[in-house]
């Protein structure tokens, strides 16, 4: 399984432990202790507060890569450099420079999610690569059943949660259909559902598979282990698993 984006995980970060930041941050320009009776944590209102528990909200929305994770996180970094702005022309308590390098790292952080590569995965559940099933080119035989005949069609690549048939016969969207896989002297059967189909070259279907037994998916197991293991070489010269000439 690959890893999410490092840059969704550190920017996540940095929002959860904002709020230890902004407050040391309150402390020290106000020469205020964490502990005792001045601590900082009395003279924070109820505003300030509700800013602060803001933060950790977005983090798991942005860890989680959701649509209202990314809404969030753009108009509350936008409340936050306006924010900023209005307190140090209110109240300049705030070193200048800092709060320069503040507004920069928000606006730089609200460009860096604006970028469409960044922002894609957040609106379409399909581009999330890192929690989808690794998914591997074969040229495995197979025989789909449409109707009441049996189809030759070869798999050209495979995953555990389905697989590309290459077949000229017409198959229904939304319909399930018998898959017989050969792997080798190995052959079972699966129902796999069409869930879409491709009109040019190489022609067929892409199927899910549903309903597989536990002598199936141990089957199934035994090709994935052997694709992952040979995933820096070429598929198709796998002897164990190719189609047979």
């Known amino acids: 399984m690959k890893k999410r984006p490092l840059s969704f995980t550190f920017i996540s970060l940095c929002y959860f432990v904002a709020p230890l930041v902004q407050i040391a941050q309150i402390a020290y320009f106000n020469d205020w202790p964490f502990l005792g009776p001045r601590s900082v944590f009395y003279h924070l209102s109820i505003y300030e507060w509700s800013i602060l528990a803001v933060f950790p909200v977005i983090a798991i929305g942005l860890f989680k890569v959701t649509k209202w994770g990314y809404s969030l996180f753009i108009a509350f970094s936008a409340f936050l450099i306006l924010n900023n702005a209005l307190n140090y022309f209110v109240s300049p308590t705030y070193n200048t420079n800092i709060l320069m390098l503040v ?118 197991r035994t090709l994935m282990n052997a694709l992952k293991q040979s995933q820096n070489s070429s598929v198709q010269n796998i002897e164990k698993y190719s189609r047979s000439a």
């Open 103 to 220: 507004q920069i790292f928000l606006a730089g952080l609200v460009g860096l999610f604006l970028q469409k590569h960044n922002s894609a995965p957040y609106f379409n559940p399909q581009l999330k690569w890192w929690e989808r099933d690794a998914r591997y080119h074969v040229n495995l035989g197979a025989r789909l059943k449409v109707g009441q005949n049996m189809t030759d069609c070869n798999i050209l690549d495979i995953s555990k949660g389905g697989c590309f048939a290459q077949l000229d016969k017409r198959c229904i969207l939304g319909n399930t259909y018998w898959l017989t896989i050969n792997l080798d002297d190995i052959h079972f059967n699966v129902m796999g559902r069409v869930m879409w189909d491709s009109k040019f070259n190489p022609k067929g279907y892409g199927l899910m598979f549903v309903g597989m037994q536990e002598g199936e998916l141990r089957a199934l």
